[in-house]
């Protein structure tokens, strides 16, 4: 067995930059990366990236549909 065949453990999508990520927070049923933790933290109410988390933070409290 080579070091190919061992493949690493994968992270989570983050709901808010839509990446693969492995360190992060979970908020209800959703994974939100602490690069975007971070960035919404320190983001101010009159930025207008501070509507863009409002809207993605929606996702939280609706959970997903399976059809």
Request: proline fraction near 6%.
């Amino acid at each position: 067995m080579n070091s190919e065949d061992v493949k690493k453990p994968a992270g989570e999508t983050c709901i808010i930059c839509d990446t693969e990520k492995a360190k992060g927070i979970h908020l209800y049923t959703s994974f939100v990366c602490t690069d975007c933790e971070t960035d919404m933290i320190q983001t101010e109410t009159e930025d207008p990236k501070y509507a863009y988390y409002v809207d993605k933070l929606r996702r939280v409290k609706t959970p997903p549909l399976y059809s």
